[in-house]
Nanobody, 122 residues
Framework: QVQLVESGGGLVQAGGSLRLSCVAS????????VGWFRQAPGKEREFVAA????????YYGDSVKGRFTISRDDAKNTVWLQMNSLKPEDTAVYYC???????????????WGQGTQVTVSS
């Protein structure tokens, strides 16, 4: 079993930055892809970013390309999502997830965190 805990969310003005963290415990997520998703009220869960098991490959949703950066340090059992140039439309609950065969499909991930709220004011 892998337990994931997100942190780093909060309230920020448009144009600001936040860095989200996803810390794994239990079996950890070494050798597993890790993704970030977000869900705004009344909307479906949306793919934000993912990183492969080695950290050498990263993937981003079109709405965050060039603004968000995903990274990992398996020695710290942590994956980060650096979010810059935030927009009000980035407001959502952000979730990290681990172990998947399809990084873009949330239903294929085996483990999920509880989420952290990000609110961007205009």
């Amino acid at each position: 079993q892998v337990q994931l805990v997100e942190s780093g969310g909060g309230l920020v003005q448009a144009g600001g930055s936040l860095r989200l963290s996803c810390v794994a415990s239990g079996r950890t997520f070494t050798n597993a892809a890790v993704g970030w998703f977000r869900q705004a009220p009344g909307k479906e869960r949306e793919f934000v970013a993912a990183i492969n098991w080695s950290g050498h490959l990263t993937y981003y949703g079109d709405s965050v390309k060039g603004r968000f950066t995903i990274s990992r340090d398996d020695a710290k059992n942590t994956v980060w999502l650096q979010m810059n140039s935030l927009k009000p439309e980035d407001t959502a609950v952000y979730y990290c997830a681990a172990e998947t065969y399809n990084i873009y499909n949330p239903s294929t991930y085996n483990y999920w965190g509880q989420g952290t709220q990000v609110t961007v004011s205009s």
